[in-house]
Nanobody, 124 residues
């Protein structure tokens, strides 16, 4: 599976962005999809994940209520809608795909394939 993330950019605090992650291959619908982010000088951290069917989602506490993850299996694409953005959301955002059990979907080791990252910058 190859992943291509897009949609990052510069936005003011309080604004919105929608990230997209397009996947190659015919087995996209069998993968759990996740979004992670890495700010300068910090570890890569979990943001959100969605199960293969889209029926289950999980979010980091820091983004709960502001971000929404969704997927369109017909388009082999996963999205991250980000609202009420804060300067602390500034990071490179990565999408990832994996097939491990749902109960570890927040962990980096759950994911076997990673996109190249897209930069989100939120100005104050």
């Amino acid at each position: 599976v190859q992943l291509q993330a897009s949609g990052g950019g510069l936005v003011q605090a309080g604004g919105s962005l929608r990230l997209s992650c397009a996947a190659s291959g015919r087995t996209f619908s069998s993968y759990t999809m996740g979004w992670f982010r890495q700010a300068p000088g910090k570890e890569r951290e979990f943001v959100a994940a969605i199960s293969w069917s889209g029926g289950s989602t999980v979010y980091a506490d820091s983004v709960k209520g502001r971000f929404t993850i969704s997927r369109d299996n017909a388009k082999n694409t996963v999205y991250l809608q980000m609202n009420s953005l804060k300067p602390e959301d500034t990071a490179v955002y990565y999408c990832a795909a994996g097939k491990k059990t749902w109960n570890v979907a927040t962990m980096r080791f759950s994911y076997d394939y990673w996109g190249q990252g897209t930069l989100v910058t939120v100005s104050s």
